[in-house]
């Protein structure tokens, strides 16, 4: 317990130290309040200007000392004046020039230490060193333009001058454009001075006859200091070459006529009197035909090359090259082929006009395809008492046979034709459920000379496509949508019809499509998925499947897939049980072709059931086809 006494002695002396530290602590908490603030600076022309803001419980007059160290610590720049502050906030601005010059990406890597101190005091009362690189506000440069350009055209650029922190610099500020050339001085485009909002139009002309790949210098000067930025640019020949053949095939023996227009891209003018050298290579990449010409005054020039009677057949690359052959400013090219051909002896038409020279803008499953095949030699006479097979093939899981019939020409060279669809296609998806025909007629002469000519035809189950289109892509709930309707024949042909649209929450619409077969209505959709629900028909009475199936009475089906063996659809219908779904295999044969395996699933009576089991597909990459049971 003797230690007693001397505790009580450091006690009382803490007590009496104790507001004399709780005063020095408040000063340096005031003081470094000060220097949260962000101190910002400048530099242009080797001097560094800033702005130091600080904090100060009392009036005073001091001096204040600012240097520039480098990473050693070494003084690049010193500044030293008597100042007073107030009390409260305040700031100092001072320019501290450097001893030498110092490029600004240098400059970055040094640090400012500022400290002021009372007169009368030897301690210093504010004393901060701050990284030159995190107060430095640099002009930087944007530029909004084209990475390639005409060489001697006219040209457009806009720069943007903005801080490091994105804000407009204050004050007046420049811009300089220069075309650097190796080997030459900088060529100089466009000077102009900088708007209030840091930004230029610049517009400018390039040199003509410099080809290739340059770099476009940017000098900005502005309050805060001036900065480069460069860019690579590619130059561009202003002329364009048309090159072009009489034909696109030859055979061997024959003579290649060809011919090049070279046109001033700028203004269109012909390129006249310039050196343009075409050239051939084989299949095989031989260089059989080299020959140097020159523009006429309206910029064409031409060359002949006569094929030898054994030569390589496939095919062959033409070119144009302007200027040297070896380096060209501007190239053409283009590939034909060289093969050993026989001319068609006659010509063969496929005509689908029915009543009135009417033709059918689509089919349905179950139709007749009726139309008229016509056979005529090239000098007129018909093609008569000649062998034809006409077929209609389409695809599915690939392509096969769904028609055919054989015949004789008449003595006028046609032939009447009548083939009956299945009554089941496997459309597309996104060609909406339409399925795709080809109709092709075999002719064959009294001298066994063929040829063959296909025309496609459109099968749809509906006479009448619907397509709704949200102006968004989506709807946006609780607000009103503008949609697009668009309605169209199997064919593609846009249809003017008449809609009756439904949409739950909303008033019956009427309205009527354009020529171009759109039409425009106003939907104010739900906070759950929206339903559209268009009945379409146009002045011949054709007529869309209604959309709501379910008022209609109609059954919907699901098919999963069809497949050329029942293995495969077996393996779809376990797969489809996996799932928890039923389904149920059929085969369809027709004119004795190979069965066709389908797989499907329903009948569905509700739509929303419908598309409940079709995304359950389809998020098992099974996609399935909507399909009317009959």
Known sequence: MKDSPRFADLLALFILLFPGLLFLALAVRSFSEANAESATATFTRDTLSLTIPYHADRAGSGRLTVEILDPEDQVLGRAEQRVDIAKGDGSWRRDVALEKPVPVDDLVWDRVRYRFEYSGETNPAIEETKSISQILRRPVVHILGQKSYLAGAQAAVRVIVTDTDNNVIAGNGSVRIELLVPDKPAHSLFTGRLNRRGTADAQFRFPAGIIGSYQLRYVVETPIGSSEYTEPVQLEDKLSILLTTEKPIYQPGQTIHVRALALDRADHNAAAGRRLTFEVEDSRGNKVFKKATQTDKFGISSAEFELADEVNLGAYHLRALMGESESPTNTAEIALNVERYVLPKFKVAIDFSGKNNETKRGYRPGDHVTGTVRANYFFGKPVDDAEIAVKASSMDVSVFDVGAENGKTDRDGTYHFDLQLPTYFAGRPLSQGVARVLIEATVKDSAAHS????????????????????????????????????????????????????????????????????????????????????????????????????????????????????????????????????????????????????????????????????????????????????
């Open 451 to 630: 040829e063959t000519r296909g025309e496609p035809i459109t099968v749809s189950e509906s006479p009448l496509l619907v397509t709704a289109i949200p102006e968004g892509g989506t709807l946006i709930p609780n607000l009103e949508n503008q949609i697009f309707i668009l309605t169209s024949y199997p064919d593609g042909t846009p249809a003017t019809t008449d809609l009756t649209v439904r949409t739950p929450g909303n008033h019956d619409q009427h309205v009527a499509t354009d020529n171009g077969g759109i039409a425009v209505i106003r939907v104010k959709a739900g906070s759950n998925e929206q339903r559209l629900d268009i009945e379409a028909a146009d002045k011949q009475g054709a007529a869309n499947a209604p959309a709501d199936t379910a008022e209609a009475g109609a059954r919907l089906l699901l098919q999963a897939g069809a497949f050329k063996t029942a293995e495969d659809a077996d393996a779809m219908r376990a797969r489809l049980a996996l799932l928890g779904l039923d389904a149920k295999v059929s085969a369809l044969t027709q004119d004795g072709a190979a069965p066709l395996y389908r797989v499907r699933l329903g009948p569905y009576g509700q739509l929303d059931d419908l598309n409940g089991i079709r995304r359950t597909l389809s998020e098992n990459g099974i996609e399935a086809q909507l399909v009317h049971a009959r």
